[in-house]
């Protein structure tokens, strides 16, 4: 990908000043310990019924996703990153604290299951700030990254709805994130894989008391006997109630369960 190169060239954490960086003796620091992606968070819905995400790796994490294409146009991900840097700033030197990193972006790409690159590589900008590590304890921070695009999921969205109801493609999407620590020194993770597989109305749920019998066939017309819950990613990882589906996508034939 077009960041190793300045990875090797530039950054060159495998030299002294990375090293140093990492408060240990250099020519034994490599540059994709310093960053490094744990895991994708699980989104948690707030009383208010707002979608928040925080950067414990205690938290409920996902090991795998799923992007239905006929709902959603791209899969989003919080990806959960940490710092080995260690505190390198002193208040009795008068040193300022250089080994915060400001996270920058992600760069992805994405194979299928032959291991064929289907998608990317692309850039994903982002913000944040990492503070050093608590002597071996590494600090985590959150970098919003997108895992599957908007052209590879149009594409895919193409073949699925063309095949039967039910048919799945899995991808393996390829991650790295990177950053520049307050010093001025270039980093970036080492290459991450999360599995996801992309369907075409896999997602959608048809709850007792949906179908209008009024409208012909089966159907997602009626009101329901409970007011539906709207995922905080429509379409990616959860199910999604045909009543909502019908007001995300509702051209897409697949709201209601006479499409099966």
Request: glycine fraction near 10%; avoid cysteine; charged fraction near 20%.
């Given at each position: 990908m077009k960041r190793t190169v300045r990875k090797v060239f530039g950054s060159l954490f495998a030299a002294a000043g990375g090293a140093l960086l990492l408060g240990i003796a250099p020519g034994c620091a490599d540059s994709e310990s310093v960053l490094f992606i744990r895991q994708v968070q699980i989104p948690q819905k707030s009383s208010g019924n707002t979608c928040t995400v925080d950067n414990s790796p205690t938290s409920s994490h996902r090991p795998a996703g799923v992007l239905d294409v006929a709902i959603a146009s791209q899969y989003r991900a919080?990806?959960?990153?940490?710092?080995?840097?260690?505190?390198r700033g002193s208040k009795d030197d008068l040193r300022t604290e250089t080994s915060r990193v400001q996270m920058e972006g992600s760069e992805v790409y994405l194979t299928d299951s032959a291991g064929r690159t289907i998608g990317g590589p692309y850039t994903v900008p982002s913000a944040g700030l990492i503070d050093p590590a608590n002597g071996s304890n590494p600090s985590f921070g959150l970098v919003e990254s997108v895992l599957v695009d908007s052209v590879t999921a149009s594409k895919l969205a193409s073949e699925l709805s063309a095949q039967p109801r039910?048919?799945?493609r899995r991808l393996t999407s390829h991650?790295?994130?990177f950053g520049r620590t307050l010093g001025g020194t270039e980093v970036e993770s080492g290459e991450w894989k999360y599995p996801i597989d992309v369907c075409y109305g896999c997602?959608?749920?048809y709850p007792l008391g949906t179908d209008d019998p009024t409208q012909p066939g089966p159907n997602c017309r009626?009101?329901?006997e409970d007011e539906p819950?709207?995922?905080c990613e429509p379409g990616q990882?959860?199910?999604v109630d045909c009543r909502i589906c019908h007001a995300l996508a509702s051209s897409s034939g697949v709201c209601d369960p006479s499409a099966e």
């Open positions: 919080s990806l959960l990153v940490g710092s080995q840097l260690v505190d039910g048919t799945i991650v790295r994130v997602l959608v749920t009626a009101k329901g819950t709207v995922p990882d959860e199910s």
